[in-house]
């Protein structure tokens, strides 16, 4: 049975209500209804959708990784030439005008990055953010750096994809999207390019990414007025979809699939601010001693000494600024939210921020903090998504909660219902 699947991104539990998205509830009457959907940790869904993998299984658990060997910028003079530069001035800045230092160094990336992108161009997979050009050549995509579609296998279970094909079907990417593809394309384009695709009967399973949530929950909040304005749009939006998926196909099934939740940001933290002081304090060179990456709720640093090392590990455990904002990632949390322990691409040490803080500026966002921001720790009700299952032949059920990665058991079970 053809089955469309909308992934609802950053679509909270609470969004689903008869005032709010009419549609979606009364599907959620009829259908296959999953409250809460605790998500994993970390920035890696896809994996644990299609292949039903939790991040301790699969590998992957940040987008971004440290990967010297096969970084998507490696081994390019000018990008080096030019690292050093935005490294020299940057230093510089933060000696004699500490308080602008992060519009200073803003301003120079710019600067710096379209002097780099006009002349030798940027990778193919791997866009450039707000990466310092020093630290580029260390890193790569984890999850993103192979095409998921194309992956039959991945530790031993076999994707969705792989069993639509064995069943002589094809599955319909060109709706979706990943941080290794290229998309310029709204929420109403994905749509109508998968109603188009829904027309040939060879085409069993078509995800459509669906970014709504995600981008206002980030910009405005994810309680704010509006989004609940824009999300009562596309309840209205995916309800006429759906009337023009069934008539294409009257057997279709749907997933609308929230995979996780997004909580209110209570305050912004400068953490590179903090690092810097800590390596000036105690004369460490960045890209000597050691490097970092900042993502939102994460900082993870790779060290190149073992003394920048043991000042680092103990001034994350000790100095009120990251033990009153966060936690380091050690083996007892990494065994408690199945994240991967001791993996070099998510750092020699790994530093978590708790609920409702954020990292800003970081290595992809430095105009202004976001209002909403989801990556934390997954154990708390604004982190929960939602998921609701539905065809004409849906029998009524509702699960209280379920993880994130049994949803490809229960797609799977769709896909092969004949």
């Known amino acids: 049975m053809r089955v469309v699947f ?7 539990e609470e969004y689903v209500s008869k005032e709010q998205t009419p549609f979606l509830y009364k599907k959620s009457k009829e259908g296959v209804y999953i409250k809460k959907l605790i998500p994993s940790a970390g920035f890696c869904e896809r994996t644990e959708i299609f292949f039903g993998l939790k991040p301790n299984e699969s590998g992957f658990f940040t987008a971004i990784g440290f990967d010297q060997e096969n970084g998507a910028y490696n081994n390019r003079f000018f990008l080096s030439l030019l690292g050093w530069i935005e490294q020299k001035l940057s230093l510089l800045v933060y000696v004699i005008n500490k308080k602008n230092k992060n519009s200073f160094d803003s301003l120079l990336q710019k600067v710096l990055n379209k002097i780099y992108f006009k002349f030798i161009g940027s990778s193919e ?8 050009l020093s630290f580029l050549k260390y890193f790569n995509l984890t999850e993103d750096a192979i095409e998921l579609h194309k992956q039959g296998v991945i530790k031993g279970k076999e ?58 929950g980030h910009s405005h909040g994810p309680s704010s007025k509006k989004i609940k304005g824009e999300i009562k749009e596309l309840d209205n939006l995916i309800e006429n979809s759906v009337g023009e998926f069934l008539k294409n196909d009257p057997e279709t099934s749907f997933v ?19 690092v810097l002081d800590i390596s000036k304090k105690f004369n460490l060179k960045i890209g000597k001693d050691f490097i970092f990456f900042l993502d939102s709720t994460l900082m993870r640093m790779w060290f190149f000494t073992s003394n920048s090392r043991e000042i680092f590990e103990r001034e994350l455990k000790t100095n009120d600024f990251f033990t009153q904002n966060g936690d380091v990632l050690d083996e007892k949390i990494a065994s408690k939210y199945d994240i991967p322990i001791n993996d070099i691409r998510y750092g020699d040490i790994c530093w978590w921020v708790n609920e409702g803080v954020l990292i800003f500026p970081d290595f992809f966002h430095s105009d202004k903090p976001f209002k909403g921001m989801h990556g934390y720790k997954p154990n708390t009700q604004s982190t929960y998504g939602t998921c609701v299952l539905w065809s004409k032949e849906s029998k009524k059920q509702k699960i209280d909660k379920l993880e994130l990665s049994q949803i490809y058991l229960l797609l799977k079970k769709m896909l092969l219902v004949s």
């Open 6 to 12: 909308f992934l609802l991104d950053a679509f909270k």
């Open 125 to 132: 997979k791997l866009k450039p953010y707000k990466i310092p």
């Open 159 to 216: 994707s969705l994809f792989k069993i639509v094909k064995d069943m002589g079907f094809d599955t319909f990417m060109e709706a979706f999207t990943s941080l290794g593809a290229v998309s310029t394309k709204n929420d109403f384009e994905r749509i109508k390019i998968a109603l188009e695709a829904s027309k040939s009967k060879n085409n069993l399973f078509i995800p459509i990414y669906i970014n709504t949530a995600d981008s206002i």
């Open 256 to 274: 609308f699939l929230g995979d996780h939740g997004m909580s209110e940001v209570k305050k912004s933290i400068d953490v590179k601010m903090h």
